[in-house]
């Protein structure tokens, strides 16, 4: 079991107001993601207006246990079969009938929100166009079951059965969190499960839910830059995030406009 985290009126007030500024710049970065657009120059985009609402990028320097060196960007931009943590390296242009995954996190007024998204760059396939649209619904799957009293299982067994019904799979090696004073808190949030499992939700806490979807095996490899994660076959990837505050009725999305 877990300990608990609970945030106080005056956290969830910064956390509202963080996740807006974050929804405002992933919003402009939606705009930019079109071929010929420089990854580098989408990071210098998000920094920018981080920076302008007077907030810090929180992947910016980050070095989780494990990690050789600190992350590099304030921005994860992941191409294709590149599933997360994808650096925004100069030169990598996104090219047309890309899948383009942008991740993005704020500290503001000393809280942390987390947020990411899956976009096409120009024309692509239905089967492309179909893993995005399931990749976003399943986040939405995942939300509709949070509440207080609902269990982290619950979660993961909603978004894990939509996502399979409709002939994807779920990455099983990488998951959700909480999310509050730090980028990443407990409790660990599945995109898998049984029903009636795992930690107990509490009114009060704030989380992010983030399927992350394939076209293909869940498997997953890492790069040899020690921070972008690749699909073990090649298939194409999705990934959807907000950040939630559980309520007794259900939960707010905290990162949305």
């Known amino acids: 079991m877990t300990s608990i985290i609970i945030s106080t009126e005056k956290e969830i007030i910064a956390m509202r107001r963080g996740g807006k500024i974050l929804a405002e710049v992933l919003a402009r970065l939606a705009e930019m993601a079109v071929p010929g657009a420089d990854a580098s120059e989408l990071n ?8 302008k609402h007077g907030a ?11 990690a050789s060196s600190p992350y590099p960007a304030a921005l994860c931009v992941s191409i294709n079969d590149e599933v997360v943590h994808a650096v925004p390296y100069k030169g990598k242009i996104i090219k047309e009938g890309d899948v383009v995954s942008f991740d993005l996190g704020v500290r503001y007024e000393g809280m942390c929100t987390d947020s990411a998204f899956t976009v096409a760059a120009g024309v692509v396939p239905v089967r492309t166009r179909k893993l995005i649209a ?3 619904k399943a986040l939405y799957e995942g939300i509709a079951v ?23 799979s779920v990455v099983r090696e990488l998951a959700g969190h909480g999310v509050g004073h730090h980028a ?5 949030i599945l995109n898998f ?13 704030t989380i992010a839910l983030e399927p992350m979807v394939t076209d293909g095996d869940w498997r997953i ?12 076959d090649g298939s194409l990837a ?9 309520t007794e009725e259900g939960c707010e999305i905290l990162t949305e406009l």
Do not use: C, S
């Open 44 to 51: 210098k985009e998000a920094e920018k207006l981080i920076a």
């Open 56 to 66: 810090t990028p929180l992947f910016l320097g980050y070095q989780p246990e494990g």
């Open 134 to 136: 399931v990749t976003n």
């Open 146 to 168: 949070v509440r207080a009293g609902a269990k982290i299982g619950d979660i993961g067994n909603a978004i894990q059965h939509y996502v399979e019904r409709e002939g994807f």
């Open 184 to 188: 990443h808190e407990e409790p660990m």
């Open 193 to 205: 499960g049984k029903k009636g499992t795992g930690e107990q939700l509490v009114a009060g806490m």
């Open 221 to 232: 490899k890492t790069d040899t830059d020690g921070w972008g994660i690749r699909t073990m």
């Open 238 to 246: 999705a990934h959807f995030e907000h950040t939630l505050l559980v």
